[in-house]
């Protein structure tokens, strides 16, 4: 009887040891930890650094992912593993949240300080009915309009000429209305005028920043 008991004693030291000893197991542990710690390092980094090197974060990240999970399907002690995985994911999935807010703020606080620059102090966040352009102010916001594309048209892209388009075509929206209110005579000729500059100027730019990036694209 004794000899028995001590046989399954045996047993179960020797299981445990083995157990503790799997090679698999511990490959599949440092695996997993190597993923968790990478995902931890990620979600400390500064979103503008972040969002600089994205694409080889993500890179890393799945590589790192798929090696966690590929060791651990087969393995019957893998639950608590998996658990962690799945935190992992969830924290990185977060972080993607945080760095997409922050990058559409930025693009959009890009926008409004374009904007800005061509419109006057007065523009509002994407207020594109120019609700605060009126019969007093609207040769203002021309005249600096134009100034402002004649000083940096050498600088702006072709997706910068589609935008200023935009926001040209807006204002003469704008000016039908004010022109009922009581704009002058003197104000509407002097807008004509901006008019005639502006239309060749923008024609003549906007081919060549397409006619730029063609380039570029092709080498």
């Known amino acids: 009887m004794k000899s028995i008991k001590f046989t399954i004693l045996l047993c179960t030291v020797c299981l445990v040891f083995t157990s503790c000893n799997d090679p698999k197991m511990d490959a599949a542990k440092q695996n997993v930890e190597d993923y968790t710690t990478y995902v931890d390092s990620i979600s400390r980094l500064e979103l503008a650094k972040a969002n600089s090197n994205w694409?080889?974060?993500e890179k890393a990240y799945n590589s790192n992912k798929a090696t966690a999970k590929a060791n651990i399907i087969d393995m019957k002690a893998s639950a608590d593993l998996s658990n962690e995985i799945d935190e992992a994911t969830q924290k990185f999935e977060d972080f993607k949240i945080e760095l997409a807010e922050n990058k559409r703020q930025d693009i959009?606080?890009?926008?409004?300080?374009?904007?800005?620059?061509?419109?006057?102090?007065n523009y509002l966040d994407d207020d594109m009915k120019f609700t605060w352009?009126?019969?007093?102010?609207?040769?203002?916001?021309?005249?600096?309009?134009?100034?402002?594309?004649?000083?940096?048209?050498?600088?702006?892209?072709?997706?910068?000429?589609?935008?200023?388009?935009?926001?040209?075509?807006?204002?003469?929206?704008?000016?039908?209305?004010?022109?009922?209110?009581?704009?002058?005579?003197?104000?509407?000729?002097?807008?004509?005028?901006?008019?005639?500059?502006?239309?060749?100027?923008?024609?003549?730019?906007?081919?060549?920043?397409?006619?730029?990036?063609?380039?570029?694209?092709?080498?």
């Open 108 to 121: 959009q606080k890009q926008k409004n300080t374009f904007r800005m620059s061509l419109l006057g102090e």
């Open 55 to 57: 694409e080889n974060i």
């Open 133 to 219: 352009i009126n019969k007093d102010n609207i040769l203002s916001v021309y005249q600096n309009f134009v100034d402002t594309v004649v000083t940096n048209k050498d600088t702006y892209s072709r997706e910068d000429w589609d935008e200023i388009k935009l926001l040209y075509e807006a204002i003469d929206t704008r000016k039908n209305t004010v022109e009922n209110e009581g704009l002058t005579g003197s104000d509407n000729r002097s807008i004509a005028g901006l008019k005639l500059k502006f239309a060749p100027m923008y024609t003549l730019n906007r081919m060549g920043a397409k006619s730029e990036e063609n380039a570029k694209a092709k080498h």
